[in-house]
């Protein structure tokens, strides 16, 4: 199996920044690829959507993100960063770190992890 665990969620006043971070562990060779993974959120009464998310390797971005958050990975870590800057209240959400199997372009058939609550106050 995968784990996927997040950190560094929390309240934030609006202009502000946090840092996001997901360490993968488990069978994780076998299974997914720090290449593939990604962060999704989830606003209350709306639907899960992605944020950011690498794509062999490429990161691609949310409208509504870019130019004001950043994806990394650390391979040797297997963990995944999002940099978060100048939050917006609209950014409040519980985020979710995600992988996607091998050999399969669908998230919802990945891996998720437990979520982490951001909130920006205004």
């Known amino acids: 199996q995968v784990q996927l665990v997040e950190s560094g969620g929390g309240l934030v006043q609006a202009g502000g920044s946090l840092r996001l971070s997901c360490a993968a562990s488990g069978s994780i060779f076998s299974r997914i690829s720090i290449n593939n993974m990604g962060w999704y959120r989830q606003a209350p009464g709306k639907q899960r959507e992605l944020v950011a998310a690498f794509t062999n390797g490429s990161p691609n971005y949310a409208d509504s993100v870019k130019d004001r958050f950043t994806i990394s990975r650390d391979n040797a870590k297997n963990t995944v960063y999002l940099q978060m800057n100048s939050l917006k209240p609209e950014d409040t959400a519980v985020y979710f770190c995600?992988?996607?199997?091998?050999?399969?372009?669908?998230?919802?058939?990945?891996?998720w992890g437990q979520g982490t609550q951001v909130t920006v106050s205004s």
């Open positions: 995600n992988a996607k199997r091998l050999f399969s372009s669908d998230p919802n058939q990945g891996y």
